[in-house]
């Protein structure tokens, strides 16, 4: 399959979905039981925390009372395309399974990624996120992989011919 106008628009589109379902669970993981994660707010605090109010002095980090947060849920977006941009363009043909199969294990490479070095050096809350709460690396693996798994469900896969039916046959 060669990258067209129709396999990007459609790759983003997933993306975006996708996205949206990262965001939409790991906000409902507290009615789960889980942790809740608010990945917009903590993306809003590390890109855009510095402000010109007089209220909060330079460089303001992560208490900063007048953070963004719209603007968190725009830079989770493009994330959420660009890395489903790598899933769709290059990385989903390489990985084993069927389709929603690769997408998770996507997900989950890229909750294994982020726990182990965004987490720790950007955020600075630990190693998959062990200064939030015990279990918050379980919420964020079931979001990651979650969107994974849209992402794999939805999105075409370059290089990988899907069965011809649902069951196979």
């Known amino acids: 399959m060669s990258i067209t106008l129709e396999f990007l628009v459609h790759s983003i589109l997933v993306g975006i979905l996708a996205s949206y379902v990262l965001l939409a669970m790991a906000l409902w993981s507290d009615s789960l039981g889980l942790p809740r994660l608010d990945f917009s707010r903590a993306m809003?605090?590390?890109?855009?925390?510095?402000?010109?109010?007089?209220?909060?002095?330079?460089?303001?980090?992560?208490?900063?009372?007048?953070?963004?947060?719209?603007?968190?849920?725009?830079?989770?977006?493009?994330?959420?395309?660009?890395?489903?941009?790598?899933?769709?363009?290059?990385?989903?043909?390489?990985?084993?399974?069927?389709?929603?199969?690769?997408?998770?294990?996507?997900?989950?490479?890229?909750?294994?990624?982020?726990?182990?070095?965004y987490v720790?050096?950007?955020?600075?809350?630990?190693?998959?996120?062990?200064?939030?709460?015990?279990?918050?690396?379980?919420?964020?693996?079931i979001v990651h992989g979650m969107y994974g798994g849209v992402m794999g469900m939805f999105a075409p896969i370059?290089?990988?011919?899907p069965p011809t039916s649902f069951f196979g046959f």
């Not at 370059?158 to 011919?161: D, E, N, P």
């Open 44 to 117: 809003a605090n590390v890109t855009y925390a510095r402000t010109f109010e007089k209220d909060v002095g330079p460089g303001a980090g992560v208490d900063a009372p007048n953070t963004p947060y719209w603007p968190g849920m725009i830079v989770i977006y493009f994330n959420g395309i660009i890395f489903g941009l790598v899933f769709t363009t290059y990385v989903g043909q390489y990985l084993p399974g069927d389709a929603i199969f690769r997408g998770a294990v996507y997900g989950v490479i890229l909750w294994a990624v982020s726990g182990v070095f």
């Open 120 to 141: 720790p050096f950007i955020l600075r809350e630990g190693f998959f996120l062990s200064h939030i709460h015990p279990m918050a690396w379980f919420s964020s693996l």
């Open 158 to 161: 370059r290089g990988y011919v």
